[in-house]
């Protein structure tokens, strides 16, 4: 077993990690890479979270990062084609000493340092990849004989939260290979939180068509994400929006294959009419949405095979001074931290969820302590900054075990 303290994840450990020497050359890889055209709820965090890692990286002085990477898309087709072109790429940069390290932003592309095993070894270039959760955990044979093999050869896996690195170590990864690095979150794309006297004037202008009616004694629950079966949004609208008062109203950001899902759990409960599903919407409405809503919740369930490895929605929330109350469930538990940054509750039990919303109803005071607890804390704990410098710490400090190839950067 591993402990979270002991592999740096607290400030101490950080800091005892040696400090680049020289600006380290680092190929960053990506299928994933969220473009600013796409609306919020068609991606998911991993997408947000590779291009904002990679404006990290680019803000240093202390690293050459040349980025292979695609925009965040399905199509099979062309995922191939990039994946093709990026190992050829990629190979030959690692052959002539183009590069000292690869960073992969997610297991998907991961298993190019398996291809290219033996050129890596052979010129000393570091391979590390970043787990999310259910890119470890998909269930297709083939696959998992992949990522068993991936997570063998890889010199460091960063997994971003505790349940997901469980998931590694049940895969054969060796343990002193495992450094539980969590995403961050962009502190200057939202403005100061609102106050809570503003939010509903926020919410009816972004949003004006969903708001007609809606009575400003009414009380707004929001979630945001992917419309799939561990978000739990459908068991949420079945079991827990019965439980409310008429005018609490629970609008969902996001698509996917629980849209139908979703629908049928409203009506059997008698709730349609309180639920509004909006869909993928763009950036600017998901910002007006979080600034307009009362509260954020995330109901996930457990579900064999998939799971929640970190939650950046979570953290953007916060960044708005939007309380939580989340499903204790796997990568949750590390983002949300009790009484700091939202409230915790016990997976699928309804009954709990019910009550700790009317208690953050009824006490406003509360929220408003919760909320300005909840910025503080990510703004102190979640910048990119600082997990851009963890990473750097990693890889330099395996580039000074390893030493470096000669050679010199190529152009991207």
Known sequence: MWDLAAQGLETGGL??????????????????LHAEDQSAGRIGGAERAAAELLAAFRRRDDVIVTPLVASAQTDRFRFATFAARTLVK??????????????????????MSLALASVLKRRGVISAAICHGHDVTMALPAYQHLVHRTLRVLDLVLPVSRATGEHCLARGLDPSRLHVTPNGADLDRFGPPPSQAMRRAILREAFPDETSGLADEAFVICSVGRQVRRKGHAWFAGAVMPRLPDDVQLWLVGEGPEAAAIDMACSRAG???????????????????????????????????????????????????????????????????????GRLVTAEDADAF???????????????RLALSAEAHVRQSYSWNRVVDRQMRLLTAQRGRRGAPAGRPLRP
């Open 90 to 111: 990629f190979g030959r940069m690692a052959e002539t000493g183009a590069v000292e390290a690869v960073l992969f932003t997610a297991m998907p592309t991961a298993w």
């Open 15 to 32: 800091d005892s990690l040696p400090k680049p020497s020289a600006p380290l050359r680092l190929a960053f890889i990506s299928h994933c």
């Open 354 to 368: 019910a009550r700790v919303i009317l208690e953050l109803r009824r006490d406003p005071a509360e929220r408003r």
């Open 271 to 341: 709730a349609a009419s309180r639920v509004r599903r909006l869909g993928a919407i763009p950036d600017r409405k998901l910002a007006a949405l979080y600034r307009g809503a009362d509260l954020f919740v995330m109901p996930n369930i457990p579900v064999i095979d998939d799971i929640e490895g970190f939650g950046l929605v979570l953290l953007e929330a916060n960044l708005n001074g939007l309380p939580v109350v989340a499903a204790a469930l796997e990568g949750v538990t590390d983002v949300i931290s009790e009484g700091v940054n």
